[in-house]
């Protein structure tokens, strides 16, 4: 074949614990990820150059050498350059859904689909496991994007254990289209106001005093059930993110008065926020209530669920 086009989900944290400050400058995390609907469309064409070229149809989504697509793309001519040298360039189109600046891993997911879009373009036969590894260098989120499903991720966020996958759980999601947050933002803010409390060990790393506390979430996700997941979602970066962006609090407060909401919280370092909705009925009439309520058109939403897979080829 000489294209193929990839279906590149979101992803949300049902869980997000900062265990501690690592001396690799990265936070040791306790996650769990979840694949949404929600999802980017990316066509990998061989080209008739032996150029990387990036295409998008988003005006905030540079298309050179800084895009993770493209980075994605020039990891995988560097590591085969045989296959590289004999197949050529490639021209890769994403066709953007994913809100930018989200915390919903819309970069990651994006490089995860260039990974195994070339893995098929050149004929390459990597497992999953070699692409997570690739993927680990070009961002954290990058490995679980590749798989997706539901997974608690720990190490910078790379490491991977598979849970029992949750398939639509209903969701409305919000973000205003012109607020963004910096990740490295987030987690160094979080590093300078609650980095002392972390106890530091003889090889540098740090934990904190408590004990990680995402088993009552995994038992809920383990038994399929919604409403104790919604009850037990966690995130830590919401400590340091919602003082400095009140609209993302109003949101998040406002989704959890709607009829039908189980819970809301941001997702990621935001920020977006999402809620999870009993039935997708009412994940319809909540989008509606908000819109209402907030009729500025700078706030995107969108109504999704939970699935439980990662990059997949368009149909
Ligand atoms: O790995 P990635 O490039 O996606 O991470 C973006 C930034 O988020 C990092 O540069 C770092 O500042 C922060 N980060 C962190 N600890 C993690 C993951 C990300 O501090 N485990």
Redesign the pocket.
Request: net charge positive; proline share 7%.
């Given at each position: 074949m000489r294209s193929y086009s990839l279906i590149a989900p979101a992803k949300i944290n049902l869980y997000l614990e900062i265990i501690g400050d690592r001396p690799d400058?990265?936070?040791e995390?306790a996650m769990i990820m979840q694949t949404i609907s929600l999802a980017d469309q990316i066509d990998i064409h061989a080209a008739s150059t032996d150029y990387i070229r990036v295409y998008c149809d988003h005006p905030q989504v540079p298309t050179d050498k800084t895009n993770l697509v493209y980075r994605a793309a020039a990891l995988m001519a560097e590591q085969f350059p045989d296959a590289y040298s004999q197949f050529g360039g490639v021209d890769i189109t994403v066709k953007k859904r994913i809100p930018v600046a989200a915390g919903l891993a819309g970069g990651?997911t994006n490089a995860a689909a260039v990974l195994v879009g070339i893995n098929l373009l050149w004929n390459l036969g990597l497992t999953q496991p070699e692409l997570e590894e690739l993927g680990a260098t070009l961002?954290?989120?990058v490995p679980f994007c590749i798989g997706g499903g539901t997974a608690i991720a720990t190490g910078?966020?790379e490491k991977l254990a598979p849970l029992p996958g949750l398939e639509n759980i209903n969701l409305v999601l919000g973000k205003y289209r012109s607020l963004e947050v910096s990740?490295?933002w987030a987690?160094?803010t979080y590093r300078q106001e609650f980095g002392s409390s972390y106890i530091r060990d003889s090889d540098g790393f740090a934990s904190r005093a408590h004990a990680v506390h995402s088993g009552e979430i995994v038992k809920a996700i383990s038994h399929q059930d919604t409403v104790a997941i919604a009850s037990k979602l966690h995130n830590d970066l919401e400590k340091v993110v919602l003082p400095a962006y009140p609209q993302v609090v109003e949101l998040r407060e406002l989704f959890a008065q709607q009829p039908g909401v189980l819970a809301s919280m941001m997702s990621g370092s935001g920020p977006s926020v999402f809620a999870i909705v009993e039935s997708p009925e009412q994940a319809e009439v909540v989008k509606q209530q908000i819109r209402t309520a907030i009729p500025n058109p700078d706030l995107e939403l969108f109504v999704t669920k939970t699935i439980a897979h990662g990059i997949n080829l368009a149909a």
């Open positions: 400058g990265y936070h995390l990651s961002g954290s989120d910078r966020g990740t490295p987690y160094k």
